[in-house]
């Protein structure tokens, strides 16, 4: 009844006409090439191979970057980024495979930026880095292996992140030539992470107002939590840490707060925690 009514007045031409004018031709999107800056959302739709500067480079505010599974690689230049975000905010960046760049992901003057679920390897320097100036940031379940590893780069972090407000969650961290995670800024979460066989501390904190729980961090090649004399007010609980090269567990005095449900063992110091109760 209410069908052949429609059709009698003509409403549902009406309604099909407006919504051919509201949804319209899909917009053309022009092809994606090395060193492209991005302004809008944008899919990438084939792997960029060989890229000898930049791979994209996001301009553009509240824009999604969906690499929807393809790859991004580089020459293993130095002064290079598979994915830099430059003055831009609100942006996500998910689902790319970033390879062999001086820096798979980096952030300048940024905020409010997620970096969702991405596979990033063999950069020259760190897998992702955010600088100072950049803030509310969510670094969230990427794979990051092997950041420095072939170039020997010094302080080459899977993540290294400068600004405030940062979240770093669920992260698989593998192999790197420094630390996994380095943490700096004020009001960060480092929760949930997964963190092995990194060259030296599977997570270094020097920032302030931190919250480090319910990780894992084995096998690395000195601590498998540092904090340094640097950090403040650091919350430390219910994390794992095993067979590192030395404690699982070392805050630097008056920097922390044991928070509880911490274990240890098998670590090169014997000790396994100092200053925080560690159960083996």
């Not at 069908?3 to 006409?17: E, Q, Y």
């Not at 095993?242 to 911490?262: C, K, M, S, W, Y």
């Amino acid at each position: 009844m209410y069908l052949s009514r429609l059709l009698r007045h003509g409403a549902l031409v009406i309604a099909l006409t407006a919504s051919v004018l509201v949804v319209g031709a899909p917009v053309a999107q022009a092809r994606a090439h090395c060193g492209m800056r991005i302004k809008h959302d944008f899919t990438l739709r084939r792997n960029l191979h060989n890229c000898r500067g930049d791979g994209l480079v996001v301009v553009g505010d509240d824009v999604t970057v969906n690499l929807r599974g393809h790859t991004i690689d580089g020459l293993r230049r130095r002064h290079s980024f598979g994915v830099r975000i430059a003055g831009a905010d609100g942006v996500i960046v998910k689902r790319g495979k970033i390879r062999q760049f001086g820096m798979g992901i980096l952030l300048v003057n940024s905020s409010h930026v997620w970096i969702l679920r991405n596979r990033i390897r063999a950069s020259f320097d760190e897998g992702v880095f955010t600088d100072e100036t950049s803030d509310h940031v969510l670094i969230g379940h990427n794979r990051i292996v092997g950041s420095g590893m072939r170039s020997g780069a010094l302080w080459a972090d899977a993540i290294d992140e400068r600004g405030d407000a940062v979240r770093v969650i669920a992260n698989t961290i593998f192999r790197n030539h420094d630390d996994g995670i380095d943490m700096n800024g004020t009001d960060l979460t480092v929760a949930r992470n997964r963190v092995v066989w990194n060259v030296h501390d599977g997570i270094d904190v020097d920032g302030h107002d931190v919250r480090v729980e319910d990780n894992v961090s084995v096998r690395n090649g000195d601590d498998g939590i540092g904090v340094s004399r640097s950090a403040t007010d650091v919350m430390i609980r219910h994390n794992i840490t095993r067979q590192n090269a030395d404690l699982g567990i070392q805050p630097v005095a008056d920097t922390f707060d044991d928070g509880g449900g911490n274990r240890a063992s098998r670590n090169g110091d014997t000790r396994q925690c100092v200053r925080v109760v560690c159960a083996p």
